[in-house]
């Protein structure tokens, strides 16, 4: 990194898949841009699946790797063996900015699990939020469509939280 880059964290639900769609296809561009750009970026996948197969491709670009949080995929019904912690991660990364990519893959989303931490943790920290995907409006068409009162009560649950995590950041 340069001297005028930015130290950078970036955390998502898996490592990008650059090679399975579109959404991580950008996730991948965004890390390779930031890089070029000469920030030093680290990158958390909150689960670790596939990291053998898309570690060495991060690391290789000059990223710090962190996979599968054990603290938080305890939460989801994932039981694992803890290799790190986030108050490490952050007190060592001393980051000016974190990206959490959002979306609901596994109940809790990543800004909603990471984001009261963060803040507690690391104040000075901006953070930023993307979502490739908002769910809210997404889940109010196909509750129009279908009438169906499960598909309202979803559609306005996700659409609260993700109003109160664009709030938050």
């Known amino acids: 990194?340069?001297?005028?880059?930015?130290?950078?964290?970036?955390?998502?639900e898996i490592l990008p898949r650059y090679d399975?769609?579109?959404?991580?296809q950008r996730h991948w561009q965004l890390?390779?841009?930031?890089?070029?750009?000469?920030?030093?970026?680290?990158?958390i996948a909150r689960n670790g699946q596939d990291s053998e197969r898309y570690r060495s491709t991060l690391e290789e670009l000059g990223i710090t790797v962190y996979a599968h949080?054990?603290?938080r995929l305890r939460s989801l019904g994932i039981d694992a063996r803890s290799q790190w912690r986030l108050e490490e991660v952050l007190e060592d990364g001393k980051f000016d900015v974190v990206f959490?990519?959002?979306?609901?893959?596994?109940?809790?989303?990543v800004p909603e699990h990471y984001l009261?931490?963060?803040?507690?943790?690391?104040?000075?920290?901006?953070?930023?939020?993307?979502?490739d995907d908002p769910h809210g409006p997404r889940e109010l068409t196909l509750a129009e469509?279908?009438?169906?009162l499960g598909d309202w009560e979803r559609a306005k649950d996700y659409e609260q939280r993700e109003i109160e995590v664009y709030r938050q950041a």
């Open 145 to 148: 469509l279908s009438g169906q």
């Open 31 to 43: 890390l390779r841009t930031l890089r070029s750009q000469g920030h030093a970026v680290t990158y």
């Open 20 to 24: 399975r769609s579109g959404s991580e």
């Open 1 to 12: 990194p340069s001297a005028k880059g930015l130290r950078i964290l970036v955390i998502h």
């Open 116 to 131: 009261t931490d963060i803040r507690r943790l690391s104040p000075h920290t901006r953070v930023i939020v993307l979502a």
């Open 69 to 71: 949080d054990a603290e």
């Open 100 to 109: 959490l990519l959002h979306w609901f893959w596994s109940g809790i989303s």
